[in-house]
């Protein structure tokens, strides 16, 4: 769908939370995250600046039975 649209659908990161359920723990230059996916938005594509990495095998498939 990102690839097609000038919208791109997102996940915000942080580095503060608590351990709910609809949140993924992620290591990002050397310091933990969390993905919030109670939180997922669209954006323009215009407001996007990069990537801040690529999730791991495991960090997809837990993302995807959380977002199921």
Excluded: C
Aim: aromatic residues 6%; positive net charge; proline residues 6%.
């Amino acid at each position: 769908m990102n690839k097609y649209l000038r919208t791109l659908v997102i996940a915000p990161m942080t580095t503060s939370s608590k351990n709910y359920p609809t949140r993924i723990e992620v290591k990002h230059d050397n310091k933990i995250g969390w993905i919030v996916l109670d939180q997922i938005r669209t954006i323009d594509k215009g407001r996007f600046v990069k990537p801040l990495g690529r999730l791991s095998k495991p960090e997809i498939k837990e993302l995807k039975a959380i977002i199921k």
